[in-house]
């Protein structure tokens, strides 16, 4: 009598333990999944905000009287990858701002053909690898566009994730004057990695 009542009993225990356990298995991993879907979201979004903010930063910059022209065009050194660290302050002054307030690690200004001009701070001027930028696809798009382009993200030689944003300036007759830009950390990308 014990066996024929305790079998059926122990089985549908067993039934009963098994499909609960692929239930809370299935309910676990689509929890876990959506976590991550809106952690994810979130992450976009701070970095979409981290951009805006960086490119805003660079229109008002752009919009000042520093960077209405390329005053020290005919003191560009190859020898170090641009003007010398003593000329335009003025441009200094408000590239200083941009790195520290924007979240860039360099902010450059470039010729309308991609060469350098200033790279800030003057230290990573002098140990640029690549004087002109004219082939990076970011530039080419900003070229073209005559609007605000961003790169691809990549790691920067500090081994930070980063973008590089490029603002061309025009004048009046919509020929570029200058590209002003910089390499931008995504700090909500770093933090998480």
Do not use: C
């Not at 701070?46 to 000042?64: G, P």
């Amino acid at each position: 009598v014990f066996m024929i009542v305790a079998l059926p009993t122990i089985l549908s225990l067993g039934l009963l333990a098994f499909l609960l356990r692929d239930s809370l298995h299935d309910w676990a991993i689509e929890r876990w999944s959506s976590d991550q879907h809106a952690f994810v979201e979130t992450l976009a979004h701070d970095i979409d905000s981290d951009i805006k903010h960086a490119a805003e930063l660079l229109r008002l910059a752009a919009a000042s009287d520093a960077f209405a022209s390329l005053t020290e065009l005919e003191q560009i050194d190859l020898s170090i990858n641009g003007i010398p660290e003593h000329l335009d302050s003025g441009k200094r002054r408000v590239m200083e701002h941009l790195r520290t307030r924007g979240g860039f690690s360099v902010v450059f200004v470039l010729t309308p053909e991609g060469d350098h001009y200033i790279s800030h701070p003057f230290a990573v001027q002098r140990s640029l690898n690549k004087y002109n930028l004219s082939g990076r696809p970011y530039f080419q798009r900003a070229t073209a566009t005559r609007k605000l382009s961003i790169s691809d993200s990549f790691t920067g030689a500090d081994g930070v994730p980063a973008v590089a944003i490029d603002l061309p300036i025009v004048d009046a007759q919509g020929e570029i004057v200058m590209h002003l830009g910089g390499v931008l950390h995504l700090k909500h990308l770093s933090d998480f990695l």
